[in-house]
């Protein structure tokens, strides 16, 4: 992929909305493997976008503690987890703490919206530059991983629909804003 899909720094990032672009209906299967999951990732964004901190750290649906901003960061960590980690060995922290293994929803008490935004678009740019130039049978180099590529973005794509799905959930109930 030549274009990159978001353009912008850490500092300047306030939670706003990003372009989408939809993916070819008629590309190659990595084609349209990432660009599926591109415009995920957008919508992830999408969704929060506009939200203050008070709205994006709320726990809209009790009893679920769900939070907007908890899964947005929680996407940043499943990110790292299989693209980074996984699929690339590369030296990354882990993303999740000891306490909290398997990467729930948690967030740190310095965490804003854009700081979590931001956070996570610079994961999903990790994750492009992690797998860019890798072949879809590749293998992952992680330890005990049997995973190829193609597997790690249908899974990713997976993960991210469902996450958007709850974010289409909590933002309908935060402020009544539906949509794609």
């Not at 353009?7 to 993916?23: E, G, H, K, L, W």
């Not at 599926?36 to 709205?55: M, P």
């Not at 992680?142 to 996450?163: K, S, V």
Request: with cysteine.
């Amino acid at each position: 992929m030549s274009e990159k899909p978001y353009a912008f720094t850490v500092a300047t990032i306030d939670a706003s909305s990003v372009p989408r672009t939809r993916p070819p209906e008629d590309g190659t299967e990595r084609e349209i493997l990432t660009g599926l999951l591109d415009f995920l990732r957008a919508t992830v964004v999408n969704k929060v976008a506009g939200l203050s901190d008070e709205q994006a750290f709320a726990t809209p649906l009790p009893p679920s503690t769900l939070t907007p901003a908890g899964v947005v960061k929680h996407l940043t960590g499943v990110e790292r987890f299989w693209f980074s980690i996984d699929f690339a060995k590369a030296d990354v922290p882990w993303p999740w703490t000891d306490e909290d293994p398997h990467g729930n929803f948690p967030l740190a008490p310095d965490d804003t919206l854009p700081k979590v935004v931001a956070g996570y678009l610079h994961e999903c740019e990790r994750s492009r530059q992690s797998i860019e130039g890798a072949a879809l049978d590749d293998r992952a180099r992680g330890p005990d991983m049997a995973f190829n590529l193609r597997y790690a973005l249908a899974h990713m794509i997976e993960e991210t629909a469902r996450h958007c799905g709850h974010l289409d959930l909590l933002r309908e109930r935060i402020d009544g804003l539906t949509g794609e």
